[in-house]
């Protein structure tokens, strides 16, 4: 079963715009985290935020934030004011349970995003 | 500051080749991992190694097997190369749980 949705293959946004992107995922465990990383073209994996299970607020990194509805299990990556170097693939990704002493990160398919001059 | 390196950042195969794919990182995290990349697909994690000794499978082992080194290194290896095995190839670390994995610049493989 797929434990991480990001249910928009593509999207667009006109610059100076936010723009949500979605992700749910699916655990039963109570501790877990969620990642969301920036792909641009030219491939790297650039880390953008983290939210963990347990915390109280909404994390927030400049232009980021995180709509996290922990009820909905859904964790969702806000971009306020688009750029056109925001425009790359978005990912979403958990962290899994503990076990085997690790703690894998499970990704979810990705968003492209564009953002339109 | 290299953080993790990946080495070759492309390679052509002919199907049947074995090749390593090599990684290092240079920040002295634990924990390891190998993802593969394919299109529409999102990174699905290959292999990874909690710590120097371990190594376990991820969602998409079959065809690979690694070695982790030492603490620093953690290679992939494929015996026999197939074209199913094309794919950017990503080797990350990562230190604790609730921390971002780091990412290598990616290996491009291409299986003829």
């Known amino acids: 079963a797929q434990k991480i949705t990001q249910t928009q293959p593509g999207m667009f946004v006109q610059e100076k715009e936010a723009v949500t992107l979605d992700c749910t995922y699916d655990?039963?465990?109570?501790?877990?985290?969620l990642f969301w990383y920036k792909q641009p073209s030219s491939g790297e994996m650039i880390f953008l935020i983290y939210?963990?299970?347990?915390?109280?607020q909404n994390a927030t990194e400049g232009r980021y934030s995180l709509n996290f509805q922990k009820a909905r299990k859904s964790a969702n990556l806000v971009i306020s004011a688009s750029q056109l170097g925001d425009s790359a693939m978005y990912f979403c990704?958990?962290?899994?349970?503990?076990?085997?002493?690790?703690?894998?990160?499970?990704f979810g398919k990705g968003t492209k995003l564009s953002v339109i001059p | 500051n290299a953080g993790v390196t990946q080495t070759p950042k492309f390679q052509v195969l002919k199907t049947g080749q074995s090749m390593t794919l090599q990684c290092a990182q240079d920040?002295?995290?634990?924990?390891m991992y190998w993802y593969r990349q394919d299109p529409g697909m999102g990174l699905r994690l290959i292999y990874y190694s909690a710590s120097e000794g371990t190594t376990d499978k991820g969602e998409v082992p079959n065809g690979y097997n690694v070695s982790r080194l030492n603490k620093r290194e953690f290679s992939l290896r494929l015996e026999s190369a197939a074209p199913s095995q094309t794919s950017v190839y990503f080797c990350a670390a990562r230190q604790g749980k609730d921390t971002e994995a780091f990412f290598g610049q990616g290996t491009r493989l291409t299986v003829v």
């Open positions: 939210q963990g299970s347990y915390d109280q």
């Open positions: 655990t039963s465990d109570p501790s877990y985290g």
């Open positions: 920040m002295n995290h634990n924990s």
């Open positions: 990704a958990m962290r899994e349970p503990p076990g085997a002493g690790s703690y894998q990160l499970t």
